[in-house]
């Protein structure tokens, strides 16, 4: 018997169709604008020449930055009109086009990627476009990808995020972590590291 198909993420139900994600953020950068901000503090969590994961990378502007530092970045999208538009744009980016819940450690070796990671990054609303009631499995599968001391940079708005989203409660977000066995280390408001508040929250989390 073959495994059950994963239910269709929020964003393949709606977001995709409706955010205009992609091709906003091709603007921006053809603009010049500043896009790799959630990119600049995920480069001081880990050593130089770490190994990151990209988990729901998009086309591709985070992990591809992160790559240009000098780490070795995999990405990971199951979007195929994002995977192409990442592949174009930053063809040095490796991307494997999957979701976060088909990333077992067959899939990443059949893929050539490494199977744990100094540092998952999650940015970008990721969270709050998976599949209905996946969170905690989601949570669970990247820390399985974590190396030892190895932590997830997770991002997503509490409030005024992309409407095809959910809303995600902090607390319940923080119960998720604890259900997947992680630990939330740090809480700011944003990936400048302002103080937390009630619009976006970005946090870092480790194994528990
Ligand atoms: C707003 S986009 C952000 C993309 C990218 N992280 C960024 O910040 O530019 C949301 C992304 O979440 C991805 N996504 C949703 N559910 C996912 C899942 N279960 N596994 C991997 N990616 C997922 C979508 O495919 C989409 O690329």
């Known amino acids: 018997m ?17 955010s205009g994600y992609g091709a906003r953020f091709a603007e921006l950068i053809a603009d010049g604008a500043d896009v790799v901000g959630e990119a600049r503090l995920a480069d001081t969590l880990v050593e130089r020449g770490a190994t990151i994961l990209d988990a729901g990378s998009g086309m ?24 192409e538009q990442s592949r174009r744009t930053f063809p040095e980016l490796p991307v494997i086009p ?6 077992s450690p067959e899939a990443l070796a059949a893929a050539g990627a490494p199977l744990a990671y100094d540092l998952v990054v999650c940015v970008g609303n990721v969270l709050t476009f998976v599949a209905e009631d996946t ?14 001391g190895g932590r997830i940079l997770v991002g997503f708005h509490l409030q005024q995020g992309p409407t095809t989203a959910r809303v995600y409660p902090l607390d319940e977000f923080v119960a998720d972590v604890a259900a997947a066995g992680l630990v939330v280390q740090h809480r700011f408001g944003g990936y400048d590291l302002r103080p937390v508040d009630d619009l976006y929250s970005v946090a870092v989390l480790a194994q528990g």
Not at 2 to 18: M, N, Q, S
Not at 98 to 103: F, G, H, K, P, T
Request: aromatic share 2%; charged share 20%; hydrophobic share 50%.
């Open 135 to 148: 969170e905690v499995a989601v949570l669970r599968r990247l820390g399985s990808l974590l190396a030892p």
């Open 60 to 83: 591709g502007r985070i992990g591809a930055h992160l790559l240009s530092l000098g780490h070795r970045v995999t990405a990971a999208e199951p979007d195929p009109a994002l995977v």
């Open 2 to 18: 073959g495994e059950a198909p994963l239910p269709p993420t929020r964003w393949a139900l709606g977001g995709a169709k409706t």
């Open 98 to 103: 999957l979701e976060i819940l088909a990333l």
